[in-house]
C-alpha cells in the first residue's frame, strides 16, 4: 500500500521489450536498503523489484510490466529519460500524509486544461465515462501516484490544485495539456459504490 505522497523523481534508463517489458529506472533511494521483491510505485503503478543496483554514483532498480499494465497505464509509452514519480511502499507505523493508495490502475485521465492560478497550477482532467462516478468533489484521486483532493465535478471532468512544492517536486511541473495520467479511483469510494450496487 502507499499514500500518494511522492518521495523521488526516478528516470527511465532502459526499457527492454520481451515476453514483459523490463524497465530500468535511475533513483535517489538508497538502492541498498530496497530488497529484491519489494514494491515501489512508479508513477502509481505498483510495480516488483527484480534487480538493483549502483552506477557511476546513483542507484537504480529493474521492474518488469505484464502486456495488461502496459495497457491499463501509460508505461506502454514510456521511453528512455522519462521521468517517474516514485513512492516506496508504506511499513507498518509511517505517516499516512495522502490517502491509502494501492497502486492498481483503473484508467487513464486526460489533461483538458492547465493555467496558473496565485503561485499554482490548476489543471482540468476528463475521466473514462465509467470511473467518474466515484469521483467526487472534496474527495481524492491518486494521478500519476500523487494523492491530490478533487476541487469541483462536472459530468467526467473535474479539476485538480497542484501547489508549488508539489510541481517542483514531481512530474507534475511538466504535465501538458493532451498529456494522459494514470488515474486510480479512491478505494473507499470503490467499495461504498460496490455496497449500494449488492446492497
Known amino acids: 500500500m502507499f499514500t ?21 529506472i535511475r533513483t535517489g533511494y538508497d538502492v541498498s536498503g530496497i530488497a529484491i521483491g519489494a514494491s515501489i510505485a512508479c508513477d502509481g503503478v505498483c510495480l516488483t523489484v527484480i534487480a538493483r543496483g549502483q552506477e557511476d554514483g546513483a542507484g537504480w532498480f529493474e521492474a518488469d510490466a505484464s502486456a495488461e499494465t502496459l495497457a491499463r497505464s501509460t508505461l506502454g509509452s514510456w521511453r528512455e529519460g522519462h521521468r517517474v514519480n516514485l513512492e516506496r511502499a508504506l511499513h507498518v507505523g509511517d505517516e499516512l500524509g495522502g490517502h491509502i493508495v494501492s497502486g492498481h490502475v483503473d484508467g487513464l485521465a486526460e489533461v483538458i486544461a492547465r493555467r496558473p492560478e496565485g503561485d499554482s497550477l490548476r489543471f482540468r482532467l476528463r475521466a473514462p465515462q465509467a470511473l467518474a462516478r466515484f469521483i467526487a468533489e472534496k474527495g481524492s484521486v491518486a494521478l500519476n501516484g500523487t494523492s491530490l483532493t478533487v476541487n469541483e465535478v462536472e459530468g467526467p471532468e473535474f479539476g485538480v490544485n497542484i501547489i508549488p512544492h508539489t510541481a517542483q517536486h514531481t512530474s507534475w511541473g511538466g504535465i501538458a495539456v493532451g498529456g494522459r495520467l494514470n488515474l486510480e479511483i479512491d478505494l473507499l469510494a470503490r467499495y461504498v459504490a460496490r455496497l449500494i450496487e449488492t446492497g
Open 4 to 24: 500518494g505522497i511522492i518521495t523521488d523523481i526516478g528516470r527511465v534508463e532502459r526499457v527492454t521489450r520481451r515476453g514483459d517489458t523490463r524497465f530500468r
